[in-house]
């Protein structure tokens, strides 16, 4: 909670608690985004499968892979995720992220309303920075960004489906990118699918 007398946390908190209390638009879409690093790691030693009164075995010893980066989305009042797997987290893959959102997932939405922390790369800036400046313009008006306030990414809704994802998909060994992405998009179908929106 804000500090007593923090008026900017209370201005972006209530702020992003207004957006929360939208009805449905499928025209104004809302969205939440966020990310998270995975570390990749793969077995040294082959791990013993389960036996009968056996449980399964895996040798502490492992072998890193470097790092992959996953870009959360959640639609709240759709009950929809999406999970877009980068080998980095730059300012162009943000920018190619705001793409995508415009013009794959989002290209009849009159407008994207998103809500986001204050990354460091979560500004609609990056997209002059990769883009033509028509281009970039093109993309900056298709969103009405709102951003959590500082210490408070809790208010991000994509922030709490990433410790879902954290639960339920992660906590494995996943030794390369293209295993990432399978797991990842086994996780997101069958949570679209299970999930209710998130009220």
Known sequence: MPKEGDADFVCAMEDVLEVYRRPYNSARPLVCLDEATKQLVADVTPP???????????DYEYE?????NLFMVVEPLAGRRHV????????EDFAYLLRDLSDVHY???????????NLNTHKLSVLYQVFSPDEARRLFERFEVHHTPKHASWLNIAECELSVLGRQCLGQRIEDRPLL??????????RNNQAARVD
């Open 48 to 58: 013993q499968s389960l036996q009968p009164g056996q449980p399964a075995r895996q």
């Open 64 to 68: 890193r892979r470097g790092t992959a």
């Open 84 to 91: 877009k797997v980068t080998d980095r987290r730059t300012s």
């Open 107 to 117: 290209p009849h939405a009159e407008q994207i309303v998103v809500v986001m922390d």
């Open 181 to 190: 992405e399978r797991e990842v998009a086994a996780w997101e179908g069958k």
